[in-house]
């Protein structure tokens, strides 16, 4: 059974410029989650989305949104970028992401540098 | 608002010592429990889960309790191998309609060969 995938591994952007990110779970899955994972901050929760509806949301600008298909596939967006989102950006799958015997499984993240 | 703080932030142990790591959180309303491990730019593997209702798991060298009253849990290691360096997170699961998931900061581990 394939894991998570994340593309692309690495990413170079330019302050001002937008970004969008892959993440596709593992067969079966339906609740998809993202983090961002910084020295300073450690990992953040961003938002968790289960049958293409966003059910929680962190503690983030509006600058960073998301989404998710009818195959359960999701996407990251961040638009114009500053050098703080500079990051590993992480994407976790889960059955349904409600039940206390669900184990979250990720994928190897995506390196986003902005200069 | 829930914290996760783990305890300590590094450790270095030479090989064969058994050790603790440790994990509190402030509320106790919690679906689960999740240790990981990461490896320098990598993703993070799942090394155990503990479910609100148990109070321990185990599997192989690694032990993990949990104590919700008090807002704590441990990883025990036992017989350690440089092969375990790695960072060790904690993440609670929170009841809120679907994961919403926090970490905290995690141990990085150093095994002396």
């Known amino acids: 059974k394939a894991g998570v995938t994340q593309t692309p591994r690495y990413l170079i952007k330019t302050r001002g410029q937008q970004v969008t990110l892959s993440c596709s779970p593992i067969s079966g899955h339906r609740s998809v989650s993202w983090y961002q994972q910084t020295p300073g901050q450690g990992l953040q929760f961003l938002f968790e989305?289960?049958?293409?509806?966003?059910?929680n949301k962190g503690n983030f600008p509006g600058r960073f949104s998301g989404r998710q298909f009818s195959n359960s596939r999701s996407e990251m967006n961040v638009s114009t970028l500053e050098l703080g989102d500079s990051a590993l950006y992480l994407c976790?799958?889960?059955?349904?992401?409600?039940?206390?015997?669900?184990?979250?499984?990720f994928g190897s993240g995506t390196q986003l540098s902005v200069l | 608002k829930q914290e996760v703080t783990q305890i300590p932030a590094a450790l270095s142990v030479p090989e064969g010592e058994n050790l603790v790591l440790n994990c509190s959180f402030t509320?106790?309303?919690?679906?689960?429990l999740q240790w990981f491990r990461q490896d320098p730019g990598k993703g993070l593997t799942s090394l155990l889960l503990i479910q609100s209702s148990q109070r321990e798991q185990t599997s192989g060298r690694l032990n993990a309790s949990l104590d919700k009253s008090s807002g704590r849990s441990t990883l025990y290691i036992a017989a350690s191998q440089p092969g375990d360096s790695a960072t060790y997170l904690c993440a609670v699961n929170l009841n809120t309609g679907g994961f919403k998931t926090i970490f905290g900061a995690g141990t990085r581990l150093f095994v002396k060969a």
């Open positions: 989305y289960f049958s293409e509806t966003q059910r």
């Open positions: 509320d106790s309303a919690i679906y689960n």
């Open positions: 976790a799958s889960s059955l349904v992401g409600g039940a206390t015997n669900e184990k979250l499984f």
